[in-house]
């Protein structure tokens, strides 16, 4: 939310931020106030008994990148009495004035004129991270109780710049975090919201409806997520402190969420030190997170080891009990490799037929290879082509299937500001609807009425968020093309592959759509000189050409 450039054309209130905080808070106390410590229960009691301009600048300070602030460099028309804020501010320990942080904080700052003028001595022609540096090498501690890298500001930059800490940080993220169920949203969701920045469906809210059952729920995703946070700062700052957190356990806990969390960090760690070659630390770290893409990455390590038999009983695992498509591809592929490497039989296994076409071409360095090869694809004239690339079947997809994917499913909506269900992207999407979603399926065999319905919806709904439509690039004439020449029959093939597997099925489609001058259409894959097929987009053409779906990979070769 920082630096968020609220635009004159929209007129909303000079205190919508406080509004909105209000309302988080509130609606947080409504569901969760059985799981709330007695620490985070009084967060909401104290902030509600500030005087209004306190509760104004609390906002105002959160809602920007800290987390500390120049008391001068604050000003806020809508707030008359600043020093009356700050004061019931720090009163309240919503803020602390002339906070004991690290040297490099106070001294990041100050511009770069006022650090030379109060270190005179130190080189000026370094850059403000060099000086900050410098800085920090010569200044000891004014006190013998005191460390020098952990000061007052007033001790390091002098009293006349008084600088504040916003207090009680950990609590409101447990706030956000109870009200979005993630990390990724916060406070600017409803001032975007309101602005019509972005624009959400207005769907029904289950007033029941919680991201988390219990206390433990809660902890488990927020320890998940500091552990996370600790990983890519340790990657990227500190490789050293890895070495701990490599021995650090994930709790024991039955919560999905906290569970991906800790999975995708012990992922990425894994494959850290599988890059740094460091086999056996990366093996015992992937069998931890025990997550896409945890089992492959073993398999490949095994290989590349030369451990053939293991590798070969890991492939044989996976294929019993595959977790998705594509680790069923690398496993069939790793298993091939190895049962070669052991001298055994491999078995023959059927292949799809995938068309493939040469193409000479000029390159052009202003234009994208796909573009390319759309321009030499219809310069007959005899085709019409749109670059697409995952928008169509993904739009016709949205727009078909809107009223399910936002119907009023239990636990399915629980805060207004949801791109989609919960649940979209989890078996149970599939599990809860599934009457839903054969019906809408049956629907296309039985005419063209769903033809007008997907225009209805796209007329109706145009900008609403749904994850699966991109407005930009979705026009009418493409939607009106598509539903007239692509048979029915292919769009259930497809919706139900994608159904399967919305996580991982929603991309690899083909670039190009060529349509016929009256019928008839095609997909085009377009690869540059070099680029070869991605494994998802093998699967796709895979299995077009197991079901009579026109397509096609065109490689261009330069002239």
Not at 442 to 458: K, P, S, V, Y
Request: with cysteine.
């Amino acid at each position: 939310m920082d630096n968020l450039d609220i635009s004159s054309a929209v007129e909303i209130s000079p205190t919508y931020y406080l509004d909105n905080f209000v309302a988080l808070i509130n609606d947080v106390h409504r569901r969760y106030h059985g799981i709330l410590s007695d620490e985070e229960q009084g967060f909401r009691h104290d902030f509600l008994q500030l005087p209004y301009n306190a509760q104004c600048l609390y906002v105002r300070l959160v809602s920007r990148k800290g987390p500390l602030f120049r008391v001068d460099k604050l000003s806020y028309g809508e707030i008359e009495d600043l020093k009356g804020a700050l004061d019931s501010l720090a009163d309240g320990g919503f803020i602390e004035i002339d906070p004991e942080v690290p040297l490099g904080w106070s001294l990041n700052m100050l511009s770069l004129e006022e650090l030379r003028s109060r270190f005179p001595g130190v080189p000026r022609g370094l850059r403000k991270a060099q000086f900050i540096e410098d800085v920090c090498s010569r200044i000891q501690s004014p006190r013998a109780d005191k460390e020098a890298d952990i000061l007052p500001p007033s001790e390091v930059i002098g009293e006349e710049i008084l600088l504040l800490q916003v207090a009680k940080a950990e609590v409101l993220e447990i706030y956000q975090l109870l009200y979005f169920g993630n990390t990724y949203q916060d406070l600017s969701e409803f001032v975007l919201a309101e602005l019509g920045v972005f624009n959400y469906e207005d769907y029904a809210l289950d007033g029941s409806a919680k991201a988390f059952r219990s206390r433990q729920e809660l902890d488990a995703l927020h320890e998940a997520i500091g552990f996370r946070q600790a990983v890519w700062e340790a990657m990227e700052q500190d490789p050293l402190a890895l070495e701990a957190l490599e021995k650090v356990a994930p709790p024991d806990h039955s919560f999905p969420a906290a569970q991906r969390v800790w999975s995708k960090a012990l992922n990425e760690l894994a494959r850290y030190r599988e890059r740094e070659g460091r086999h056996e630390v990366a093996l015992k770290l992937y069998r931890a997170a025990n997550y896409p893409p945890s089992r492959e990455r073993i398999a490949r390590i095994l290989y590349k080891d030369e451990a053939y038999e293991e590798a070969l009983r890991e492939c044989e695992q996976m294929l019993r009990d595959p977790w998705n498509e594509q680790e069923e591809t690398a496993a069939t592929r790793i298993g091939e490799r190895c049962l070669k490497k052991l001298k055994r039989p491999v078995p023959p296994r059927p292949k799809a037929v995938i068309q493939e076409e040469r193409v000479p071409f000029e390159p052009n360095a202003l234009a994208a290879v796909e573009l390319l090869g759309l321009e030499l694809l219809t310069q007959d004239g005899l085709a019409q082509g749109y670059y697409v690339e995952n928008w169509l079947f993904n739009g016709v997809f949205g727009l078909y299937f809107w009223d399910v994917i936002f119907a009023p499913v239990p636990d399915a909506f629980y805060h207004p500001f949801q791109r989609g269900p919960k649940d979209l992207y989890a078996p149970e999407f599939r599990d809860k609807r599934q009457a839903l979603l054969e019906d809408k399926l049956e629907q296309l065999m039985r005419g063209d009425a769903w033809h007008e319905a997907i225009l209805r919806t796209w007329q109706a709904k145009q900008g609403r968020l749904n994850p699966f439509v991109h407005w930009a690039v979705l026009s009418q004439p493409l939607i009106e093309r598509a539903l007239q020449q692509i048979p029915a029959v292919h769009f259930e093939l497809i919706f139900r592959r994608m159904l399967k597997d919305l996580r991982n099925h929603c991309s690899g489609f083909p670039d190009l759509i060529l349509f016929g001058p009256d019928e008839g259409y095609e997909l085009v894959e377009i690869k540059g000189p070099g680029d070869r097929l991605q494994d998802h987009q093998r699967r796709w053409l895979e299995f077009f050409a197991m079901n009579g779906i026109p397509a096609r990979v065109v490689y261009l070769d330069r002239a």
